[in-house]
C-alpha cells in the first residue's frame, strides 16, 4: 500500500481569554495572546483530534504524542497545543492554580476549536477532544459549549469530575480510559460517568498505573481512542 502523505505545520493560535495574576485573585480578561501548538494532517483526514494535556505536561508530552502518532496512522488529524503560555506555565508551577481551573482552560479550548473552524486545512473536518489528567474535565466542558462542533470525548487517565456541574448537559459521545490500579481516579470516573447522559463507555486498564507507563498499556488507549474517534469523527 502506498504510504499516506501527512503535512506537519507548527500554528499560533490567538486567544483572549486569561487570567492576569494579581495575587491568587483573577484581574479580569487580558491583552490577546498567542498559544503554540503542532499540526498534522494525514491526506483525507476522517476528522481532527485535539489534545487537552494535564497539569505539568506540554504539547511535547511523549504520551500524548505516542497516542497523537497512532490516531494519525489511522488517518485523523491531531493538534498538540498548549493551553498556557511560558508566562502562564511559570505562575501554575509556583501555585498550582491555573491547571484546576477547569472553566478557564475549557475557554481556551473553545478558542482553539473555533480556530479550527476557520482556518483552511481543519474547517471542514469535524473535532474530537483528547484529555489526560485535569485535561480531561477541561474538554468535557469545552464539549459543552461546541455540541455542534465536538464530535467525540476521549479522557485518558482523566479529572471528568472535575467537570461536574455540566457533566449531565455533555451530548458528545465519551469514552473514559483509567488504569486498573489507579484506584482513586477509577473512583472520581465512575462518578462522572453515572452523571453522563450521553453515549458513554469506561474502560479500565487492568494493571496500569496513572501515567500507563507499563508495558502495553499506553498502546492499549491508543487504540481504544483510535477505534472511538474514527467511530465518531465524520466531515461537516
Known sequence: MPKTTIREREVRIPVTSGPEMAGNRRAGPVHALQLEGNLTLPEGAKGIV??????????????????????????????????????????????????????????R????IDWLGDDPDTR????????ASTGGGAALMAAVERPERVRAV????????????VLPRVK???LLIVGGDDLPVIAMNQTAFDQLKTEKRLWIVPGATHL???????EQVAGLAADWFTSHLRSQ
Open 124 to 131: 471542514d473536518l469535524s473535532v474530537g477532544l483528547f484529555g
Open 50 to 107: 485535539l489534545f487537552a494535556h494535564g497539569s505539568g505536561s506540554s504539547r511535547f508530552s511523549p504520551r500524548n504524542r505516542f497516542v497523537a502518532h497512532a490516531l494519525q496512522e489511522a488517518g485523523l488529524a491531531t493538534l498538540l497545543i498548549d493551553l498556557l503560555n511560558p508566562q502562564e506555565e511559570a505562575v501554575d508551577v509556583r501555585t498550582a492554580e491555573l491547571r484546576f481551573d477547569i472553566p478557564f482552560l475549557a475557554e
Open 109 to 112: 479550548l473553545t478558542e482553539v
Open 172 to 174: 458528545t459521545p465519551t
Open 154 to 165: 476521549v479522557s485518558r487517565g482523566g479529572r471528568p469530575d472535575l467537570a461536574a456541574p
Open 212 to 218: 500507563f507507563e507499563e508495558p502495553g498499556t499506553l
